[in-house]
């Protein structure tokens, strides 16, 4: 352990699987105490028994206002402060078209994904200012920066929260309080299988699945060969949540394998090939 984190106090939303309980495992590695929340209570405390007298467990839906404020509240109360938000709580990205949209379903992806958001910081927010120090990490997404592999709703939603990261860290910087967005690439968790369908444990449990289908197309899409892992957003986390990035705020770190800086040039050789080919063979026609 080499405690990063080390008498601090952190709160971890979606904290029951994926990303947000390997966030949270590493947190208390590094010395953090830990809330763990999250809608499954079975999950989120088996989680935080597992992590020991260091993690707490408190049922939270972070689109129900009054969930969100008793989680803050049972932060300060639990440990005595609040030094790191992880907003990670989230859904799975549904892909419909615009003619197709319900906007109900709009409506409660917003609320998770942003309007969740919102709400942490709202009740973080007056507990890190008296402090004069604070960490919030907002968990968006590339889908929030570039079009095609998300659903609408949850883009739209990301890309609001990456804004409203922002625009935070702007007015928050004052008073100590740093705010950043992480925005993964194709991470191997349990939601993918969520979203196609399987049981919640099933999908957490057998990774292994999103982690094969995410294998399959990633030579497309990605420079670097590797499939993400939660361990990789949750280091991430860590040294946005830790003093080592005490003069970093209002980014999104981005942790894509390069996705979002590019294909990958075994993908767009052959199409320059293509084009370089097909321009002579077009001038070939015209010259005597």
Not at 38 to 59: C, H, N, T, W, Y
Not at 239 to 268: E, Q
């Amino acid at each position: 352990m080499t405690g990063l984190l080390e008498g601090k106090v952190a709160v971890v939303t979606g904290g029951t699987s994926g990303i947000g309980a390997r966030t949270a495992e590493l947190f208390v590695t590094e010395g953090a105490r830990v809330v763990i929340t999250g809608r499954r209570r079975d999950k989120g405390e088996q989680v935080a028994q597992a992590l020991g007298a260091a993690a707490s467990f408190i049922r939270t839906d972070v689109s129900v206002e009054t969930d969100v404020r008793a989680m803050i509240e049972h932060a300060v109360e639990k440990f005595g402060r609040l030094d790191c938000l992880v907003n990670n709580a989230g859904t799975g990205s549904r892909h419909i078209e615009i003619a197709n949209i319900d906007l109900e379903e709009f409506d409660a992806a917003i609320g998770v994904h942003l309007r969740g958001v919102l709400a942490g910081m709202k009740y973080a927010v007056p507990v890190m200012a008296a402090q004069g120090s604070g960490s919030i990490i907002n968990v968006a997404s590339i889908n929030g920066v570039r079009a095609g592999l998300g659903g609408h709703y949850y883009s739209a939603a990301k890309a609001a929260a990456i804004h409203l990261t922002r625009c935070a860290a702007v007015e928050l910087g004052e008073k100590g309080i740093r705010v950043n967005s992480v925005s993964p690439g194709p991470i191997a968790t349990g939601i993918f299988g969520k979203g196609a369908g399987l049981e919640h444990d099933e999908a957490d449990e057998r990774v292994e699945y999103a982690e094969a289908a995410i294998a399959a197309v990633l030579p497309r899409w990605q420079p670097l060969p590797f499939v993400g892992t939660a361990d990789d957003i949750a280091r991430a986390a860590l040294f946005l949540a830790s003093d080592a990035s005490r003069l970093i705020t209002g980014h999104n770190l981005v942790v894509d394998g390069g996705i979002t800086a590019g294909w990958p040039v075994s993908v767009a050789r052959s199409d320059i090939a293509l084009f370089r080919a097909t321009l002579q063979a077009s001038r070939s026609q015209r010259v005597p």
